[in-house]
């Protein structure tokens, strides 16, 4: 299995712009989660689905950010409008819940610039 | 709520040198624990897990044992080596809670140097 793929790796971006986050999550993982890393505030979870419905977005900072799964392999994050703050670098992952103890496996992130 | 307080860093270490890195938690249930690293420019991946007290977790030569008494999860390594440079990061999951999610530390940056 190719693991965790997240599409755009880097994205520069103007304040006021929409930005579209992609993630694939691994064959067969029923839970997706996406995470936001900033040198201030650490990993923070932004929002989790189990079995494409969300289940928790508590740690979604505000209205401008929205989350979807559409089917078991295709999930987006988007930012609408985007502001210097979002600059971060955005990490999503996947897990067999139930199985494998929460182990979770991380894409290799998308690292967001707003200017 | 659930949390995990991990050693700030950064740390630098000359190589073969002993590592220690030290992790506690506060969970409301009985959490299973993890030790995730992040090398430069990639993603986390899982190094280590224990899902019971006194339990001993061990990978690459990384090792970290369950202490319920202390509610601790140490990271440690005899020798470490240049590759070993990344941020590490203590988890835990509190199935008790009823939920699917990791609490993650604030991560520890180690540097290994020749």
């Known amino acids: 299995d190719a693991g965790v793929i997240q599409s755009p790796r880097h994205e520069v971006t103007e304040m006021g712009q929409e930005v579209t986050l992609r993630c694939k999550p691994i064959s067969g993982h029923n839970s997706l989660f996406w995470y936001r890393q900033t040198m201030m505030r650490g990993l923070e979870l932004l929002i989790y689905f189990n079995n494409n419905v969300p289940i928790d977005d508590s740690g979604m900072p505000e209205d401008r950010f929205s989350a979807k799964m559409p089917n078991a392999s295709f999930s987006t994050l988007k930012i609408q409008p985007s502001e210097p703050r979002d600059s971060a670098v955005y990490f999503c992952?996947?897990?067999?819940?139930?199985?494998?103890?929460?182990?979770?496996?991380f894409g290799p992130g998308t690292r967001l610039t707003v200017l | 709520g659930d949390s995990v307080t991990q050693m700030e860093g950064p740390v630098t270490l000359s190589e073969e040198a002993f590592l220690t890195i030290n992790c506690t938690y506060t969970?409301?249930?009985?959490?299973?624990l993890f030790w995730y690293v992040q090398y430069p420019g990639e993603g986390l991946q899982l190094l280590l897990k224990a899902t019971k007290a006194d339990d001993k977790g061990s990978n690459k030569g990384f090792e970290a044992t369950y202490r319920k008494e202390t509610t601790s999860f140490h990271l440690e390594k005899g020798s470490v080596q240049v590759s070993d440079s990344a941020v590490y990061f203590c988890?835990?999951?509190?199935?008790?809670?009823?939920?699917?999610?990791?609490?993650f530390g604030k991560g520890t940056k180690l540097s290994v140097i020749p």
């Open positions: 969970a409301t249930g009985y959490p299973s």
């Open positions: 992952a996947s897990e067999l819940a139930g199985v494998s103890y929460n182990e979770q496996f």
């Open positions: 988890a835990l999951s509190d199935s008790g809670a009823g939920s699917y999610q990791l609490t």
